[in-house]
């Protein structure tokens, strides 16, 4: 599996010729989702979930699906009959060639006064390669996961959260997203923390790099 990372939340997880994106939203590049075969997007938020990238990704490839929970959903079934498909906690299912499960119901608390939307964590190839995006949530899977795509900055979270919760799922390897908020000068800072006390092998991507797993 070869990921690529993009900007803020999304990345691209390409494998035997199919790409499969998850949560090109609007702090993602116009292209990201561009040349998919899927799509997941864990939430509604427009961090994660831009209507007008999956439009254009949905567009320029007449087989590509979407994978997401229903607040999104509804938004785009009616434009792309058959190929929105809703999706809830212990669920799963295959897109293109990724076997998928669905972890988690609700967002992270930003704050008491505030609603909290619906949110889930694809993990992806569960009995493989093992890798989770949670959204915008620190939720733990009840099975092992060797890659956790972590949301290393966010106004729901602490770094002392997100150094606890790297420990709790004990990955391989912990790699950053949902970063656009975290700038080059405070970055390090981030890094050392997580690195010293999360206990799995960290690393961050510039947008358009990445790694094999």
């Not at 299912?93 to 608390?109: K, P, S």
């Amino acid at each position: 599996m070869k990921l690529t990372k993009k900007s803020h939340a999304c990345v691209r997880l390409e494998r035997d010729g199919r790409t499969l994106v998850i949560d090109p939203g609007a702090f993602s590049e116009e292209d990201a989702a561009l040349g998919a075969d899927a799509v997941l997007i864990t939430h509604e938020h427009p961090d994660h979930f831009s209507e007008d990238r999956l439009r254009a990704a949905m567009e320029a490839n007449p087989g590509a699906e979407i994978w997401t929970l229903r607040s999104v959903a509804d938004q785009l079934a009616a434009a792309f009959p058959g190929r929105v498909h809703t999706v809830g906690h212990g669920d799963t299912f295959t897109a293109a060639g990724f076997d998928v499960q669905v972890h988690g119901e609700l967002h992270a608390v930003i704050h008491p006064d505030l609603p909290r939307v619906t949110n889930v964590g694809f993990l992806v190839d569960p009995d493989a390669t093992s890798l989770f995006h949670p959204g915008d949530a620190l939720t733990v899977p009840d099975q092992p996961v060797e890659t956790l795509l972590l949301p290393v900055m966010a106004p729901w979270s602490k770094v002392s959260e997100v150094i606890e919760y790297v420990r709790e799922i004990k990955p391989q390897r912990a790699i950053d997203i949902h970063d656009a908020l975290l700038t080059d000068v405070a970055r390090p800072i981030y890094d050392l923390h997580i690195s010293n006390l999360g206990g799995a092998e960290h690393a961050r991507f510039a947008s358009g790099d990445g790694t094999t797993l």
